[in-house]
């Protein structure tokens, strides 16, 4: 919470500067900040930054500061409606009286307190206000959570229908291309080398949009506690090496050389198919920000870890991106430069935890990025 109650100032407006600190004096005791003003001015300009309450002394109103109170009451954003306390005597007597009830009334916050009062009843009446104002503050964060997770699903929806569309694009593209071939008569459309062409398409853009789904309804599963794993004892360096296989091809066509050295005897308790998604997921971003140099992939023992690094020598990441990349939809890259939704680290490291692992990064812009992973030993 950014604003606790305590932290909240109550603005006071006397007439003199002694009633003002001895009121000062008095919440300050009672572990309430509180500030003396000597004039309204002061006070509205002070009402422009996060304030608590607004403690009036009757002598010091009038009906041209009232007015002004009210103007500066009427700035505020929607969510905001600052407690006014008036501490009054013979509030009634005064001539003005009722014009001020009116202009302060309209408020919709303002109490008054009548003289001879105890402390106490002081202290408690600043108290409620003060808990009513901090109620005002948590409904602005929520306000402010909520706008932000609006503006965060309208950029992911905006996001994921480019990223379904470019494969479905590609995809497209080539069996127009084979139906004009088709309605030509032209024999090519049959020969092998077409045929390999368009199955090698089709199913690498079938994988990408097979994972973006995938990654999707992780998401889906992991805002519901619904991501479980199926453990087993897992070779963990078979695992790896299959993974390192399963990219061989596309690192091959990337012209991008994947080193690897695994050793041996590194079991672990795990669910197979989520540790191949981890895997999978920092080899795919290696090779899609390694920028073409080679990546490196150890996997080891560590006294009673099992470590997995993944290395690459490509665009890198800025400091102060390291910790947020692992959050849901953040990027370090934009849009148009490398697409992406922005899950994958997330994924990732929901599933190294679930295993009671650890997720590092080690970066540097420009050098390369070091992922690294850490399990506990079968
Ligand atoms: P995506 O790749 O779909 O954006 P990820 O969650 O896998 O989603 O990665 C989040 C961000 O972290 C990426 O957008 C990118 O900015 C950064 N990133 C991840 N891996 C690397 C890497 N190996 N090198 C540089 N940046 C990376």
């Not at 001895?22 to 309204?40: K, Q, Y």
């Not at 853009?205 to 199926?230: A, K, S």
Request: aromatic fraction near 6%.
């Amino acid at each position: 919470m950014k604003n606790p109650a305590s932290d909240l100032e109550v603005l006071i407006l006397a007439p003199t500067g002694q009633d003002g600190g001895a009121a000062v004096e008095v919440l300050n005791t009672h572990r309430i900040l509180a500030r003396p003003f000597s004039d309204m001015t002061s006070l509205c300009e002070r009402l422009k930054k996060p304030a608590g309450a607004v403690l009036i002394a009757e002598e010091a109103l009038t009906l041209e500061n009232s007015d002004q109170l009210k103007q500066a009451v009427s700035l505020q954003e929607a969510w905001s409606n600052i407690p006014i306390i008036l501490l009054t005597s013979e509030f009634e007597k005064i001539l003005s009286a009722e014009r001020i009830l009116e202009i302060l009334g309209t408020t919709g916050s303002l109490s008054i307190l009548e003289r001879p009062f105890k402390i106490l009843t002081l202290v408690s009446a600043v108290r409620v206000a003060l808990g009513s104002r901090l109620r005002q503050y948590e409904v602005k964060e929520l306000l402010e959570q909520q706008a932000k997770a609006l503006k965060q699903r309208d950029e992911f929806l905006h996001i994921a229908s480019h990223e379904l569309k470019t494969p479905l694009t590609s995809l497209k593209i080539q069996v127009q291309l084979r139906k004009k071939l088709l309605e030509k008569n032209d024999p090519g459309v049959y020969s092998p080398e077409s045929v390999t062409n368009l199955v090698n398409i089709t199913d690498k853009q079938i994988r990408r949009l097979t994972r973006l789904v995938e990654d999707m309804l992780d998401i889906t599963r992991i805002q519901g506690g619904q991501l479980t794993l199926n453990t087993e004892k897992i070779e963990f360096e078979n695992l790896v090496k299959e993974v390192i296989s399963n990219f061989d091809e596309e690192f091959r066509r990337a012209g991008c050389e994947l080193r690897s050295e695994i050793a041996g005897g590194l079991t672990i308790n795990g669910d197979r198919y989520r540790l191949e998604q981890v895997v999978t997921n920092l080899l795919s971003n290696a090779l899609k920000y390694g920028n073409g140099c080679p990546v490196d992939v150890k996997a080891s023992k560590d006294g009673k870890a099992i470590r997995l690094s993944v290395k690459d020598q490509g665009i890198g990441i800025d400091s102060t991106s390291q910790e947020r990349i692992f959050e849901r939809f953040e990027r370090a890259v934009s849009p148009s430069s490398i697409g992406g939704l922005g899950l994958g680290l997330y994924i990732t490291r929901q599933i190294v935890e679930l295993h009671h692992g650890k997720i590092y990064l080690e970066s540097t812009v420009g050098k390369g990025s070091e992922f690294i992973l850490e399990f506990p030993e079968y």
